[in-house]
């Protein structure tokens, strides 16, 4: 028995010995930065979500690791963490991953020493000698209070000496991880994960020409870093489209955000493609996206686009229900840019949601702004309709000259028969042409007009006037409505 006892005592001392060297190694913190990097990939999406793909070179030992990975996004959502060994796809597992976003200031500090000790150390204002004094940190809530002695301060009454940061305290968002290597040697290993903060949006410029039938359309990405880290030469790409996200919202963007702005002007346009039910933009090379900055990079130019400009009036369905009379004299009529999206008409290519800024050259050769309006995602082939503002010199006035009630004496059971004047008067050197739309309510019918109507729906008719230069156009129409 003794003889067993003899040989299994050594067995055991080397057990306990290899078992407490792995639990050193476990505890021994292995520090990844962007000193590891080779490279990172972000994928953008319209709703404040970023994909992000970070892969670095490490040595670890075998065997369980504690690995802090730095740099990562402060927005980073933990559950959507995925850490593999790209070189070694079978020798790398994650056993448990902490997100230590709690960063390293002088009001963190003191509120993690909250019932421990710290120094004090007071500066004689007239000799400058420096006195040390131990002190209980009681609460830094709202301000600090000290137990110094028998005595109890608030406020700092002088500069505060820590023996140590506290953990889970960093001074940049860490992603710390227990993994089990089954190698020592170099690998390649990828974090990808998704982020708040991240977020691009589509700006378009486009131009007029004298004669206003053509447009110079240029499109820009502009992109927003309010994540709390830096994407250094990143592969960048930028998802349109509606992409379903489930679970709570993500967190508000950060104070300070915009505080730098980049323009990328010599970038060529992105390279485009169809995913899924989306479109992918790729910029064909890498950029910087640092963090608390605003960049712009170009997206498309297309040239000598045909465009037409619109007048339009809009009506009211309550104008047929009741006896009105004057409704209204030098009412506003729209302007509208319309333009297709076609290769046909210059363009043809899709259009993420942003807003279409439209400028033009006045007398002087000097570009000025006459409007803006925002798109939603526009495919090729489309239609793009843009309303600019309300004409100057094109207006109009409209009143109803009869209203007769024909039948019914309760609800669902009206028949109302109404006539109405359009005047339309424009100012300008040029004839125009204005759309008026009317919407009518219940089952209707025009009785009577002095220019042919067009059926927009099942709930609107509509008239192209033609106005000459200086000159008034009169629209005349009785209608008829049952509801």
């Given at each position: 028995m003794r003889r067993i006892l003899v040989v299994f005592v050594p067995i055991l001392v080397g057990l306990l010995f290899f078992l407490s060297g792995q639990a050193g190694a476990a505890d021994k913190e292995q520090i990844s930065t962007l000193a590891d990097q080779q490279e990172v990939a972000v994928t953008i999406y319209n709703e404040n979500l970023a994909l992000v793909k970070d892969k670095r070179v490490l040595r670890l030992p075998a065997g369980d690791n504690t690995l802090a990975f730095r740099e990562v996004s402060a927005r980073l959502r933990p559950e959507t963490a995925l850490m593999r060994s790209v070189s070694h796809p079978r020798a790398l597992s994650v056993i448990e991953q902490n997100f230590d976003f709690d960063l390293l200031t002088p009001?963190?500090?003191?509120?993690?020493?909250?019932?421990r000790q710290v120094k004090v150390v007071r500066t004689h204002p007239t000799t400058g000698e420096e006195t040390l004094e131990e002190a209980v940190v009681l609460s830094a809530n709202e301000g600090v209070v000290l137990r110094m002695g028998d005595r109890i301060e608030t406020g700092v009454p002088g500069r505060l000496i820590f023996p140590d940061v506290p953990e889970n305290l960093r001074d940049r968002?860490?992603?710390?991880?227990?993994?089990?290597?089954?190698t020592d040697q170099e690998q390649q290993?990828?974090?990808s994960y998704l982020t708040g903060g991240l977020?691009?949006?589509?700006?378009?410029?486009?131009?007029?020409?004298?004669?206003?039938?053509?447009?110079?359309?240029?499109?820009?990405?502009?992109?927003?870093?309010?994540?709390?880290?830096?994407?250094k030469r990143a592969t960048l790409q930028l998802m349109a489209g509606d992409v379903q996200q489930v679970g709570p919202a993500m967190l508000m963007s950060r104070k300070g955000m915009f505080q730098d702005m980049a323009m990328e002007a010599e970038a060529p346009a992105m390279r485009e493609e169809s995913l899924f039910e989306y479109h992918l933009y790729t910029l064909e090379r890498p950029t910087t996206?640092?963090?608390?900055?605003?960049?712009?990079?170009?997206?498309?130019?297309?040239?000598?686009?045909a465009a037409r400009k619109e007048y339009e009036l809009h009506g009211q369905q309550h104008y047929y229900q009741s006896r009105m009379g004057d409704l209204g004299d030098r009412i506003k009529v729209g302007v509208f840019l319309a333009f297709a999206n076609t290769e046909k008409d210059g363009l043809g290519k899709p259009l993420p949601m942003g807003v279409v800024r439209v400028y033009k050259k006045d007398s002087q050769g000097n570009v000025q702004f006459v409007g803006e309006d925002r798109i939603d995602h526009t495919p090729a082939n489309e239609e793009v309709r843009l309303r600019l503002?309300?004409?100057?010199?094109?207006?109009?006035?409209?009143?109803?000259?009869d209203f007769n009630k024909l039948a019914g004496f309760a609800r669902y059971n009206y028949h109302f028969e109404s006539a109405f004047e359009v005047e339309l008067k424009n100012a300008r050197d040029q004839e125009v042409v204005?759309?008026?739309?009317?919407?009518?309510?219940g089952d209707w019918e025009i009785v009577s007009e002095s220019d042919p109507h067009t059926k927009e729906s099942?709930?609107?008719a509509s008239w192209n006037i033609r106005i000459p230069a200086k000159g008034v156009s009169t629209l005349a129409y009785r209608a008829r409505v049952r509801y």
């Open positions: 009001g963190k500090m003191l509120e993690k020493y909250v019932g968002p860490t992603l710390v991880m227990l993994l089990q290597s089954a290993v990828e974090l977020a691009w949006k589509a700006d378009y410029v486009a131009e007029l020409s004298p004669d206003e039938k053509q447009i110079t359309i240029n499109g820009w990405v502009t992109l927003t870093n309010t994540s709390g880290t830096t994407y996206i640092r963090e608390n900055q605003t960049k712009q990079v170009a997206m498309l130019e297309a040239d000598r686009v503002g309300n004409a100057f010199d094109v207006t109009a006035k409209r009143k109803q000259t204005v759309k008026v739309v009317e919407p009518l309510p099942a709930s609107a």
